[in-house]
Nanobody, 123 residues
Framework: QVQLVESGGGLVQAGGSLKLSCAAS????????MSWYRQAPGEQRELVAA???????KYTDSVKGRFTISRDNAKNTVYLQMNSLKPEDTAVYYC?????????????????WGQGTQVTVSS
């Protein structure tokens, strides 16, 4: 079993910054892609940023130039640095990971979600 634990959400004024963290633990052989999603009230969950184990990062257009995703593979942790926050960034932010586990000589790839952390940006 794998758990994702997020931290770093909170209330901030427009123009401010927050840094989210998400640590994965459990039966982990490797993690392919780590991502951040968000869901505002009444809206669908959307991809904010993604970072593969190797290769380039990906961002939704509305956060390009303001948010930076990074990861520490040794700690199985992904971060989201959010700068120049806007009220429209208000949402519950979810961590997502594509995790490879190895058991008795065979591997399985599964998707895991964190519990979510609230980010509120006041105007």
């Amino acid at each position: 079993q794998v758990q994702l634990v997020e931290s770093g959400g909170g209330l901030v004024q427009a123009g401010g910054s927050l840094k989210l963290s998400c640590a994965a633990s459990g039966n982990i052989f490797s993690i392919n892609v780590m991502s951040w999603y968000r869901q505002a009230p009444g809206e669908q969950r959307e991809l904010v940023a993604a970072i593969p184990s190797g290769g380039s990062t990906k961002y939704t257009d509305s956060v390009k130039g303001r948010f930076t995703i990074s990861r520490d593979n040794a700690k199985n942790t992904v971060y989201l640095q959010m700068n120049s926050l806007k009220p429209e960034d208000t949402a519950v932010y979810y961590c997502h990971a594509e995790v490879v586990t190895v058991t008795v000589g065979w591997s399985t790839t599964r998707q895991y979600w964190g519990q979510g952390t609230q980010v509120t940006v006041s105007s």
